[in-house]
T-cell receptor, first 115, second 110 residues
Framework: DTAVSQTPKYLVTQMGNDKSIKCEQNLGHDTMYWYKQDSKKFLKIMFSYNNKELIINETVPNRFSPKSPDKAHLNLHINSLELGDSAVYFCASSPDRTGVVEKLFFGSGTQLSVL | QKEVEQNSGPLSVPEGAIASLNCTYSDRGSQSFFWYRQYSGKSPELIMF????GDKEDGRFTAQLNKASQYVSLLIRDSQPSDSATYLC??????????FGKGNQVVVIP
């Protein structure tokens, strides 16, 4: 009965590779997010989708491309991985039908290590 | 100036004492304020939210908001070892985006 699930939990890869992280929520929420948490624990938003529509696209390299096939899924594809991409990536969802972000429900995170 | 700032450095408190965490924010149009707790290696979880000036209590947690001074605080009464975690302040600004502070680590010493 996991609310927000993301896979994989750990991802170790070489520089230059392309990788994807998948996220699914079974809460019926309209909005999903990708956050990046760096080694200093700073949590920063990357993207937000509301009902499959991109609504927030922060200053993120073009190598990062989110895809939302439906409102329950938000995947993150990363091309040409770099050392600086190493971080924990959290998927989250929110029941903000009005467009007002409130409580976030986080997935368990994906620890990405680029070697 | 960062959108949301939290005091740096871990906070060590003896078991049973009060832990006090502060957070300031830069956007005067901010509407909602949240405290998330994050255990090491785990995801953040919401423990408190507050919208209006004043205090809001929930069990051993009290959130305090002062919009004029642009700060929000979290008090943890009767601190327990299970409260040892990083506490993240989050603010929903006028742009409807949720901005997080870098967090405060709390260590409760038995």
């Amino acid at each position: 009965d996991t609310a927000v699930s993301q896979t994989p939990k750990y991802l170790v890869t070489q520089m230059g590779n392309d990788k994807s992280i998948k996220c699914e929520q079974n809460l019926g929420h309209d909005t999903m997010y990708w956050y990046k948490q760096d080694s200093k624990k700073f949590l920063k938003i990357m993207f937000s989708y509301n009902n499959k529509e991109l609504i927030i696209n922060e200053t993120v390299p073009n190598r990062f491309s989110p895809k939302s096939p439906d409102k329950a899924h938000l995947n993150l594809h990363i091309n040409s991985l770099e050392l600086g991409d190493s971080a924990v990536y959290f998927c989250a969802s929110s029941p903000d039908r009005t467009g007002v972000v409130e409580k976030l429900f986080f997935g368990s995170g994906t620890q990405l290590s680029v070697l | 100036q960062k959108e949301v700032e939290q005091n740096s450095g871990p906070l060590s408190v003896p078991e049973g004492a009060i832990a006090s965490l502060n957070c300031t924010y830069s956007d005067r149009g901010s509407q909602s304020f949240f405290w998330y707790r994050q255990y090491s290696g785990k995801s953040p979880e919401l423990i408190m939210f507050i919208y209006s000036n004043g205090d809001k209590e929930d069990g051993r947690f009290t959130a305090q908001l002062n919009k004029a001074s642009q700060y929000v605080s979290l008090l943890i009464r009767d601190s327990q070892p299970s409260d040892s975690a990083t506490y993240l302040c989050a603010v929903r600004g006028g742009n409807n985006r949720l901005a997080f502070g870098k967090g405060n680590q709390v260590v409760v010493i038995p």
